[in-house]
């Protein structure tokens, strides 16, 4: 019930395409769900977060919507970059227990 | 500010050596998580300290343990080690004051740990 699982594992797309990636939970007491961004050789770095009393969040080309019924939440990525190709993790964190638990990564490239 | 730091950023170890990683974290942060990296494994988390405490602990055996200092630098060992702790040694810190609230963690470079 903590897990965070994510998909898909690796994504291709296009410059100048939407990328999408998605995260399934389990556990409803989770009120935080922050997306990462890892360049090889750093550590992740804060990308984007959103709490579930909304649905959607928007910063710049990157989105997330959150759908609460279906305890899932994705990140969209518009207009994508080759700068963009990097590893994106989701997590997820409840306000009494602020460890963050993990997905398992994407590994996203974008192709000029 | 500066960022957070890890020292040594690599590291070279045989079976059944013992290793000591250390973290600086950024000034005023007095939180500070652990993460071992791997491939197939994704991000694991090994523990999280606060104000010299240990406050949470990931699923990894005893071998793996912990400390913080007054000054919130961390530092974590790994005793008897084993082919399969290569990884990336991950520190993160955050400006988490106390319970019942989230606060964005920030990750160092990490230590990349090879065991021959």
């Known amino acids: 019930q903590q897990q965070v699982k994510q998909s898909p594992q690796s994504l291709i797309v296009q410059k100048g395409g939407i990328s999408i990636i998605n995260c399934a939970y389990e556990?409803?007491?989770?009120?935080?769900f922050p997306w990462y961004q890892q360049f090889p050789g750093k550590g992740p770095a804060l990308l984007i977060a959103?709490?579930?009393d909304v649905s959607e969040k928007k910063e710049g080309r990157f989105t997330i919507s959150f759908n609460k019924s279906a305890k899932q939440f994705s990140l969209h990525i518009m207009d994508s970059q080759p700068g963009d190709s990097a590893t994106y993790f989701c997590?997820?964190?409840?306000?009494?227990?602020?460890?963050?638990?993990w997905g398992a990564g994407t590994k996203l490239i974008i192709k000029p | 500010k500066a960022g957070v730091t890890q020292t040594p950023r690599y590291l070279i170890k045989t079976r059944g050596q013992q290793v000591t990683l250390s973290c600086s974290p950024i000034?005023?942060?007095?939180?500070v998580s652990w993460y071992q990296q791997t491939p197939g494994q994704g991000l694991q988390f090994l523990f999280e300290?606060?104000?010299?405490?240990?406050?949470n602990k990931g699923n990894f055996p005893g071998r793996f343990s912990g400390r913080q200092f007054s000054n919130s630098r961390s530092e974590m060992n790994v005793s008897t080690l084993e082919l399969g702790d290569s990884a990336l040694y991950l520190c993160?810190?955050?400006?988490?004051?106390?319970?019942?609230?989230?606060?964005?963690?920030?990750f160092g470079p990490g230590t990349r740990l090879t065991v021959l």
């Open positions: 993160a810190s955050s400006p988490i004051t106390g319970q019942g609230a989230y606060n964005e963690q920030f």
């Open positions: 000034s005023g942060h007095r939180s």
């Open positions: 300290y606060f104000s010299e405490t240990q406050r």
């Open positions: 556990n409803t007491a989770f009120d935080y």
């Open positions: 959103i709490r579930p």
């Open positions: 997590a997820a964190s409840m306000g009494s227990n602020y460890q963050l638990i």
